[in-house]
């Protein structure tokens, strides 16, 4: 039989059944033990609050929740009038609770509790058989079989939820390397993200999670699409649509399209569905055409004008109140021009800035202070401004409007630098970055040198892949603001992404000083990077101060990635056993993470912890990512404390293959080489760890010290 290479990915372990599989495979799993039953009823699918937000609960119910909830929790079969309750275990969990309903009373009757209690465990045996067919075999996820099922509902009758759509690239030379990552980012988003997962192959996951509103799915949108780029993805684009109660099956429709869209937009991007389907009413959005060029005729062959929005904050303003209550406040020469329902402009020909400013004033004093308490906001804007379009400036006008809301119902913008910074922002959180740069560009040009709108450039040229603009961006922020706290962190992430790990540590640790840091959102990811950082450049002990700080300022227990890298740290610094403790709880948290398994193992063998599975562990992590130097180091250096040593420079000679001026490595494949009496070989290696540029502190000492001792030995 021939054997798979070492570095194939190994394949993920069958799971039990979760409560995401009966939210997904409701249809299926109803169809299944329909079949199956022996006596004519009717079934439905109940899951108890603890199946999270999505769960499904029958509408009418022949007991009440609590009641089927107690039955749920005791694990066994019970009847309650003509209806059986039927618990569903696998292993040790109860996932949900089938009800067989309008049964015939006799049947019931009949019923032996040893016989019901085998029944749940043959449904619960089916069930897991039903959910192979719906499941990718290397991910474990829904594939597009068991989407088509959920969605192909066409009506969702249970919360509301949004579909996220997720294509992720690495850029990987060879295939087994693209199945390694594959699996790898799986494991990620099982541990990071809530909900049912789909994978629909090409890189291509989906998420499924309940609907709070449409900013908290662009929040969650953009902290993914953070979070995947620094796992170390070359491209990652989010596409996602929400429904509310029913249209399941166009949401999955406007997910796709939305993905689309993304793509189109740059390496690192995003689109939410909704904007696709309400262009027409998107905030900046010019009206219909033909209101478009009544505007046009008004201040065509005018060398300059001024235009002003109205828009009523509500819906109680009533029909045409922009004759009614506009028209009065005209001066000589302007123009009314109604837009839609809630809008209408008023253009001012051949008025300069100034007066256009002054105009504005008076009308939203005017529009404000009338005795039916209804409120207007007013944005404005004048031409030529830049180098827009006279078409353009009814878009500038819609950007102050965009501006105005910030202010609350009644408020009057003119447009300038800040309107472009809010519109910039706007379409930064809908995932335009193409659009937002522009915006952010043009306000540079009113307002030169606007440290918020310079930082929010630098932010959305980074999003762009375009780091050494965006440096630029955050160091001109910082000659006019050193201690600008959001620059610092972004600049240090600048440096870090073009491997500059000493100059990005050197910004985030200013960045750690500023005063009040903690409380801003941006502060999120400062200790995890920093701690990376560290462990990365083997400043361990700054680790973990970091990461004790992380634990108590941000309350980080739940995140893996402290834990990983606590262990890390500890393990580098003489720690054993808090190492052991950190890890574990890491992988209890991630158990796919392949650091966490190869670190733990290395410490199993080092610590007399156990042999066996020390080295299973280590085995598993090479068998999910063979082409990670660090993992072939960790295995030469755990075969080393066995005494296997041809095993051990194998290993060691393997790791350096992938990273060839690793100074750790060459070190251990010295020590491995003076175990084995090839003095001059060793001799070599610490002699080259010398000549390498890249190589901390104690690496050096360490070398000379072997160095001298085996010059010692030959004298």
């Known amino acids: 039989m021939t054997m798979l290479p070492a ?3 190994a394949c993920r372990p069958e799971r039990p059944l979760q409560a995401g599989d009966f939210i997904i495979l409701e249809e299926a799993f109803v169809r299944e033990v329909s079949a199956l039953q022996p006596l004519p009823a009717t079934v439905a699918l109940w899951q108890p609050a603890s199946a999270g937000s999505l769960r499904c609960v029958p509408t009418d119910l022949p007991a009440t929740d609590a009641e089927i909830e107690r039955i749920w929790q005791t694990g066994a079969p019970e009847i309650v009038g003509r209806t059986l309750i039927l618990p569903v275990a696998v292993g040790e969990e109860v996932p949900a609770a089938f009800l067989f309903t309008d049964v015939d009373p006799a049947f019931l ?3 032996d509790a040893q016989w019901l209690a085998g029944f749940a465990q043959e449904v619960g045996h089916r ?3 039903v959910r192979c067919v719906f499941t990718d075999p290397e991910t474990g996820f829904f594939n597009r079989r068991g989407a088509e099922l959920f969605f192909g509902k066409g009506r969702w009758r249970g919360p509301g939820m949004t579909f996220f759509l997720v294509h992720v690239m690495f850029f990987q030379r060879t295939a087994i390397r693209r199945l390694q990552q594959i699996n790898r980012l799986a494991s990620f988003l099982e541990a990071v993200v809530g909900g049912p997962l789909f994978y629909f ?6 998420v499924l999670a309940a609907h709070v509103d449409q900013q908290q799915d662009r929040v969650f949108a953009h902290a993914l699409l953070r979070r995947l780029k620094r796992e170390g993805a070359r491209r990652v684009h989010v596409g996602f649509a929400g429904v509310a109660g029913s249209g399941a099956g166009q949401m999955f429709t406007e997910a796709w399209q939305a993905l689309a869209e993304a793509e189109r937009r740059g390496p690192f991007s ?6 696709l389907r309400r262009r027409s009413t998107h905030p900046l959005a010019l009206p219909a055409t033909a209101v478009v060029r009544r505007l046009q005729r008004q201040w065509r062959g ?13 819906p109680s303003a009533g029909a045409g109140w922009p004759a009614r209550v506009v028209a009065p406040l005209l001066q000589d020469g302007e123009g009314l021009c109604e837009l839609d329902d809630t809008t209408c402009a008023i253009c001012l020909p051949e008025v300069t800035r100034a007066g256009v400013q002054a105009r504005l004033r008076e009308l939203a004093r005017a529009m404000n202070s009338r005795p039916e308490g209804i409120s207007f906001s007013l944005g404005a804007a004048c031409w030529p401004c830049l ?3 006279r ?9 102050a409007l965009l501006h105005a809301a910030c202010y609350g119902p009644g408020s009057a913008v003119f447009f300038d630098h800040l309107s472009l910074n809010v519109s910039g922002d706007y379409w930064y959180d809908e995932g335009d970055y193409r659009q937002a740069v522009r915006e952010y560009r043009n306000g540079l040009r009113l307002c030169p040198g606007e440290t918020n709108l310079m930082n929010s450039l630098g932010v959305t040229l980074a999003g762009m892949n375009r780091h050494r603009e965006a440096i630029d961006c955050f160091r001109q922020v910082l000659d006019r603001e050193p201690d600008n706290f959001m620059a610092l962190v972004n600049l240090g992430y600048g440096y870090q992404a073009v491997g500059r790990d000493g100059a990005a540590i050197e910004q985030l640790e200013k960045a750690c000083t500023v005063k009040f840091h903690a409380g801003m959102s941006e502060a999120r990811d400062l200790y995890p990077q920093l701690a990376r950082l560290y462990c990365q450049t083997g400043r361990y002990g700054r680790a973990r101060h970091i990461l004790e700080r992380w634990r108590h300022e941000q309350g980080g227990e739940k995140e893996f990635l402290l834990h990983r890298l606590l262990g890390e740290a500890c393990m580098e610094t003489g720690r054993p056993d808090e190492a052991m403790q950190a890890l574990q709880v890491a992988l209890r948290l991630f158990p796919g993470n392949d650091e966490s398994m190869s670190m733990l193992g290395l410490l199993y063998i080092e610590e007399g912890q156990g042999e066996e599975v020390g080295m299973s562990l280590l085995e598993r992590a090479l068998s999910m990512d063979g082409m990670h130097p660090g993992h072939w180091y960790r295995n030469a250096r755990a075969l080393l404390h066995l005494g296997r040593l041809e095993e051990a420079l194998q290993a060691a000679n393997r790791s350096l293959r992938l990273q060839r001026n690793a100074a750790g490595t060459i070190l251990l494949k010295g020590h491995i080489l003076e175990a084995m009496g090839r003095h001059r070989g060793a001799a070599s290696c610490y002699a080259r760890v010398l000549t390498l540029r890249r190589c901390r502190p104690q690496e050096r000492k360490e070398a000379e010290r072997r160095l001298a001792r085996l010059a010692a030995g030959r004298a």
């Open 302 to 314: 005018r060398h300059r004008f001024g235009l002003i929005l109205l828009q009523a904050d509500g």
């Open 270 to 275: 995003l689109c939410d569905g909704s904007t």
């Open 109 to 111: 009757r009949k019923m």
């Open 391 to 399: 078409t353009d400036t009814l878009r500038n006008c819609r950007k």
């Open 127 to 129: 069930l897991t058989r």
């Open 201 to 206: 192959g090409q890189g291509v996951f989906g």
């Open 387 to 389: 180098d827009y379009s």
């Open 7 to 9: 570095a194939f990915p």
